[in-house]
Every structure is written in structure tokens, then in C-alpha cells.
């Protein structure tokens, strides 16, 4: 079973400092925000960690093993090098999806993202999950044959609008039926923070894109006692998806049952 703990890192007060005391040049912004999306990354990808930055504004991580303190410290550490805060809120669950649920209550209860009185919220629904061998499950889907299909035919804007809407059908499908959550992490790849689901659901999200987009998806899938102890089994077994063409492999050779809780 797994137990996903999840964090949102959102900016304190953010959108009026971007206009005060007048409005501030759009790449400054975009810079700012890129570079913070790095040093998260980067703190919690040092700790076995994934970052993704949603937003921007918004960053959602998957922090199996990191505590209280290492979340304190990663705010101290935004606080000494950006001129704005940041809140966060902690949430673990078997569904992603609720832990971020729980997670952004933490933070909303402290203030809108915009009052000015809000800085540097930590908050746990719960106490950090006791670590497991399989509490983070991590999907990593890419798009068969993007290269030949898209990036050597299309200019690069309608291959991105290719990549974005398998990426839309994706996130809708895993979110409503199974409480996973997708981000788009650039190229044709495509990262998932999921429940323990079963070859036939993976089967049915990939089918499901393939109907509404056109797009044709595989999907590595690993386990492990954090997101990057996960991923690295999900890129080795999606690796295995591209040498054997198959549509869905799980990794260490372990297939989750059909019989699965979610079909």
C-alpha cells in the first residue's frame, strides 16, 4: 500500500508584489520564478525528492522522507535567497491526490496566497509517514515515436500542442479515476505520482488518450521508498517498454495483479 506524502510550496503574497510598487517586467518574473522552481527541485531531489512546478507560483513535491526540519530549512533557505516566502503544506495518503488535498487545507487555512500578513506556514495534517519499502509508486509515460511523428514533421509550437493535449486527457483521466497526478515534464515525458493501481487501469489511461487524442502512450511504472528511489525502477522498466515494445511494464519484473483493488 502506498503512502505518498506530498508538498505545496506556494508563494506568499505573490501576485500583489509582482505589482508593487508598480508592475514589475514580466522575464524578471519569469526568471525569479524559474530559478525558485530550481532550488526546490534541487533541495528536495537531493533528499530523494521529486519537485514539478505546476504553476510556478504553485510547486507541488513528493517528499517521502523529509521531515519537519528539512522543510523548515527548505524555507529558510527560499527566505535568505528570493525577496518573497514561502508557505507550505504537508499531506500524506495512499491517494496523491487527497494528500494534496490535504496539504493545500493546511496552507488555506492560514491565509489566502495573497494576504500580506501570510509568511512561511508550515503545516502537517498528519506526522510524516513511518518509511515503507513501496510508499511512492511514480508512472513514467512518454509518447511512442514523438521524433518521428511530431518533431521532425511539426514546427515546434503544434508539436507542443500534440504533447499538451495527450498530457490534459492524462491528467484528467488518472485524477478522476484513481487519484493520481500528472505532470509534464518536458520533451514527450510525462511523470506521475499515483495510488498502487493495477496493468488494466494503465491499460485503460493510455487507451483513453489514444480515443480522445490520437496519441499513442507507454508507461514504465516502479515503487520504492521515495520518489526517486521510484523513478529510477519506472525509467528502467519503461526502457523495457521501448526494447520489447510493450505499452506497460512494471519494474524489478513485477506486475501488479488485474485483480487489483481499482478495477
Known sequence: ??????????????????VTPEPRPEMDLQVLQSRLYADVAAFVG????????????????VTN???????????????????????LGVGSDASPATAL??????????????????REVLGFASDPPTPGPEDVAIAHFDVDDVTGEYTDRLNAYDSLLVVDRAAVSLM????????????FVGGDNFVAAV???????????????????GVSLKVG?????TAADAGMTAKHALERCRHDGTAVEFGHDHER????ADD
Open 221 to 225: 511504472v516502479g515503487t520504492g521508498p
Open 257 to 260: 495483479p488485474e485483480s487489483a
Open 65 to 87: 522522507g523529509l521531515d519537519r526540519n528539512e522543510h523548515r530549512r527548505l524555507q529558510e533557505s527560499l527566505g535568505n535567497r528570493y525577496p518573497v516566502t514561502a508557505s
Open 1 to 18: 500500500m502506498t503512502e505518498t506524502q506530498l508538498t505545496l510550496v506556494q508563494i506568499d503574497n505573490y501576485g500583489p508584489w509582482t
Open 172 to 183: 484528467g483521466h488518472l485524477r478522476e479515476a484513481h487519484g493520481g497526478l500528472v505532470f
Open 101 to 118: 488535498d490535504e496539504a493545500t487545507a493546511q496552507v488555506q487555512a492560514a491565509g489566502s496566497a495573497q494576504d500580506g500578513d501570510r
Open 195 to 213: 495510488p498502487d493501481i493495477s496493468t488494466t487501469a494503465y491499460r485503460q489511461a493510455i487507451d483513453h488518450v489514444a480515443e480522445e487524442t
Open 46 to 61: 537531493s533528499r530523494g525528492g521529486y519537485a514539478f512546478p505546476t504553476r510556478y507560483d504553485n510547486l507541488v513535491a
